[in-house]
Every structure is written in structure tokens, then in C-alpha cells.
């Protein structure tokens, strides 16, 4: 993963862009790399969630139909993926999501941010609240 691609998309999450420049480095060092190869199901609707979420650095993730299995988007770069689930009352995955190519994504516990660094934590929160209320209501148009 380059470190210019890593940029460009912290760059451009919106969840990210008023946290200072201290504060973005020190989410960088509180995440976890990992490469997602293509077909590989990262979420699956349903399923129990977790603290985790993650930013597409490089690649694609298609979230797909819950009843055909077909692709109704494509997420990439400086995109989220988990966030709902932690406003999610019901604990649970909202979308099935599977890798379109082969992804470059970033990944952090919630709980792990709010134990470094709560004002970092707090502000994720609501920006994952309204990042979560736009893309249910996508999912109504």
C-alpha cells in the first residue's frame, strides 16, 4: 500500500476531515493494514458486529442486493465500511459486502481510539451517526 494512496484517502473521509493533523496521525498509528482480495466477503448482512471498521485505501468493495446477490454499488477510496454498525442499535451488519478487486484498507477498533484518545472517538461517533443516516437513506431512493 503506498503511503500517497494511504493519503488520499484520509484526505477524503469525510468522518475524518475535522480532525487535525496530530490527530489523524495518531489514528494512522492505531491502525492495522490489511489487503482484501478480490471475491472475499468482508461483511455479511446479519452478521454480529464488532468494534471494527475500516478505509478503503485502494480497491473496491461492492455492497450487494440482500435479494439477488448483485452489486447495487461500488465503494472505493477514502470510503468507510463498518461504521454503521456502531450506531446500529441492533448490533448487527446492515449489507453483505464483497471485494470487487483486490482492496488496500485500513482498519481500527472503536474501542482501541476511545482508550488512546476520546476527543478523537467522540468526534468519529457523530460523524458515523450522520455518515449512517445518509446511507440508509440511499438505500430508500
Known amino acids: 500500500m503506498r ?3 494511504v493519503m488520499a484517502a484520509v484526505r477524503n473521509c469525510a468522518a475524518f ?3 487535525s ?6 489514528l494512522l498509528m492505531l491502525a492495522s493494514v490489511k489487503e482484501v482480495p478480490q ?6 448482512k446479519g452478521d454480529k458486529q464488532t468494534d471494527e471498521f475500516g478505509l478503503i485505501v485502494a480497491g473496491g468493495l461492492d455492497i450487494l442486493s440482500d435479494s439477488n446477490g448483485d452489486s447495487l454499488f ?7 465500511m463498518g461504521e454503521i454498525g456502531k450506531v446500529n442499535p441492533k448490533g ?3 449489507r453483505t459486502v464483497r471485494a470487487s478487486q483486490v482492496t488496500g484498507m485500513l482498519f481500527w477498533r472503536f474501542s482501541e481510539i476511545a482508550d488512546a484518545d476520546s476527543t478523537i472517538a467522540d468526534e468519529l461517533a457523530r460523524k458515523f451517526e450522520d455518515i449512517a443516516f445518509e446511507r440508509l437513506a440511499q438505500d430508500f431512493d
Not at 471475491?39 to 455479511?44: H, M, P
Not at 461500488?74 to 468507510?80: E, M, Q, S
Open 92 to 94: 448487527e451488519r446492515t
Open 3 to 5: 503511503f500517497e494512496d
Open 17 to 19: 476531515e475535522r480532525l
Open 21 to 26: 493533523a496530530a490527530q489523524l496521525g495518531h
Open 74 to 80: 461500488t465503494r472505493g477510496g477514502g470510503d468507510l
Open 39 to 44: 471475491g472475499e466477503y468482508l461483511f455479511k
